[in-house]
Nanobody, 127 residues
Framework: QVQLVESGGGLVQAGASLRLSCAAS??????????MGWFRQAPGKEREFVAR????????FYANSVKGRFTISRDNAKNTVYLQMNSLKPEDTAVYYC??????????????????WGQGTQVTVSS
C-alpha cells in the first residue's frame, strides 16, 4: 500500500511561483515505484497530465503547456517529489494531484498508468 500526501498549494498572482511537494509512504513504495507524476484538474475539465519523473534515473517529461515553466524533481532519500511552478498563469488554476506509477509502461501521460493518488492540493492563480 502506498500513501501520497501533497502540500504547497495556495493563492498567488499571475507571474508568481509555487512549489508543490508530494510525500510518499508505505512499506513497498521505494521498491516498487517506477515513476511519479503530477496531474491537474480544473473546474469542469478532465484531469490532465502535467509532468513525470523516473524514480531511478530521474528523466523527466512535461506537458507542452507547462514546459519551460514547471520543473519536476525528486528526493529519493525522503520519498518526496516536487513540482516547482514558475511564471504561473490563471489557466494553471486547478487541483494538483501526485500519483505513483508502479508498472512498466510507455503510456506515462495516461492516468491509467498510475495506481496510487494523493488527495490533491488547490492552486489558484489570479490575474
Amino acid at each position: 500500500q502506498v500513501q501520497l500526501v501533497e502540500s504547497g498549494g495556495g493563492l498567488v498572482q499571475a507571474g508568481a511561483s509555487l512549489r508543490l511537494s508530494c510525500a510518499a509512504s508505505g512499506r513497498t513504495f521505494s521498491s516498487s515505484v517506477m515513476g511519479m507524476g503530477w496531474f491537474r484538474q480544473a473546474p469542469g475539465k478532465e484531469r490532465e497530465f502535467v509532468a513525470r519523473i523516473s524514480w531511478s534515473g530521474g528523466s523527466t517529461f512535461y506537458a507542452n503547456s507547462v514546459k519551460g515553466r514547471f520543473t519536476i524533481s525528486r528526493d529519493n532519500a525522503k520519498n518526496t517529489v516536487y513540482l516547482q511552478m514558475n511564471s504561473l498563469k490563471p489557466e494553471d488554476t486547478a487541483v494538483y494531484y501526485c500519483a505513483a506509477q508502479r508498472v512498466a509502461t510507455v503510456m506515462i501521460t495516461s492516468m491509467r498508468s498510475y495506481d496510487s493518488w494523493g488527495q490533491g492540493t488547490q492552486v489558484t492563480v489570479s490575474s
